[in-house]
């Protein structure tokens, strides 16, 4: 064990270095799962409002969109939060500044252009996915609230994305678990109509995530 020790011990960091990674990992991970868990509590809470699933497979096509945008995002803050990590180690703040606006344009022109289609196309969207009828209007209802959610979510995604780069995954993380509790308090109240709120079925999951998009761009 001492010689496999030994043999090892170049390839092996310190506690400390082990401890920073972790502390970097470990907020990262939590904020991707909450991205990831998002949109499945509308689909899980939708899924009680009928015997036959028509709600829950509404909002599940209707959130198949939802995917694409994240990954055209994920890819594009991912790309320049390496370039702002790499400037602000050099403190170069004005090409860091310049980057994260750069970045922020093309975020808000990818969100623009899913509003658009996900708005002004919501049918034809869905009927790409399923042919029902039922389903279709349902989530025709879903999409043309929760098509707005597209620009925020573009402004949050490009924020939390730059902060970390800073190191400040903390603080992303935090918001990301605030707006997963405030989408779920919502839909739960705006779906079922409890205490005193309206019962609004699918359009009240819509508001619910539109509601936490606002509440996480802030």
Same mark, same amino acid.
């Given at each position: 064990?001492?010689?496999?020790?030994?043999?090892?011990r170049p390839w092996l960091g310190s506690g400390a270095f082990y401890k920073s990674a972790?502390?970097?990992?470990?907020?990262?991970?939590?904020?991707?799962?909450?991205?990831?868990?998002?949109?499945?509590?509308?689909?899980?809470?939708?899924?009680?409002?009928?015997?036959?699933?028509?709600?829950?497979?509404?909002?599940?096509?209707?959130? #198949?969109?939802?995917?694409?945008?994240?990954?055209?995002?994920?890819?594009?803050?991912?790309?320049? /939060?390496?370039?702002?990590?790499?400037?602000? /180690?050099? #403190?170069?703040?004005?090409?860091?500044?310049?980057?994260?606006?750069?970045?922020?344009?093309?975020?808000?022109?990818?969100?623009?252009?899913?509003?658009?289609?996900?708005?002004?196309?919501?049918?034809?969207?869905?009927?790409?996915?399923?042919?029902?009828?039922?389903?279709?209007?349902?989530?025709?209802?879903?999409?043309?609230?929760?098509?707005?959610?597209?620009?925020?979510?573009?402004?949050?995604?490009?924020?939390?994305?730059?902060?970390?780069?800073?190191?400040?995954?903390?603080?992303?993380?935090?918001?990301?678990?605030?707006?997963?509790?405030?989408?779920?308090?919502?839909?739960?109240?705006?779906?079922?109509?409890?205490?005193?709120?309206?019962?609004? /079925?699918?359009?009240?999951?819509?508001?619910?995530?539109?509601?936490?998009?606002?509440?996480?761009?802030?």
């Open positions: 064990m001492r010689r496999l020790r030994d043999t090892l972790l502390g970097v990992m470990l907020p990262v991970t939590v904020q991707q799962l909450i991205n990831n868990l998002f949109n499945m509590v509308d689909n899980l809470m939708v899924g009680s409002l009928d015997m036959e699933g028509l709600a829950m497979s509404a909002v599940s096509v209707a959130n #198949k969109p939802s995917f694409l945008f994240q990954s055209f995002l994920f890819g594009l803050a991912g790309g320049a /939060g390496l370039l702002i990590s790499q400037y602000y /180690g050099a #403190k170069d703040r004005r090409a860091c500044m310049g980057i994260f606006w750069s970045e922020m344009a093309l975020g808000l022109a990818n969100g623009a252009i899913f509003f658009l289609l996900m708005f002004g196309l919501p049918e034809t969207v869905m009927r790409i996915f399923v042919t029902d009828s039922r389903t279709v209007a349902l989530g025709v209802a879903y999409l043309r609230i929760v098509s707005f959610s597209y620009l925020p979510a573009a402004v949050s995604g490009v924020c939390i994305f730059a902060l970390r780069s800073l190191g400040q995954n903390r603080t992303s993380m935090m918001v990301s678990l605030g707006s997963m509790a405030v989408n779920a308090a919502l839909n739960y109240l705006l779906i079922f109509g409890a205490l005193g709120f309206p019962r609004l /079925g699918v359009r009240g999951a819509a508001w619910g995530t539109l509601i936490a998009r606002l509440f996480e761009m802030c």
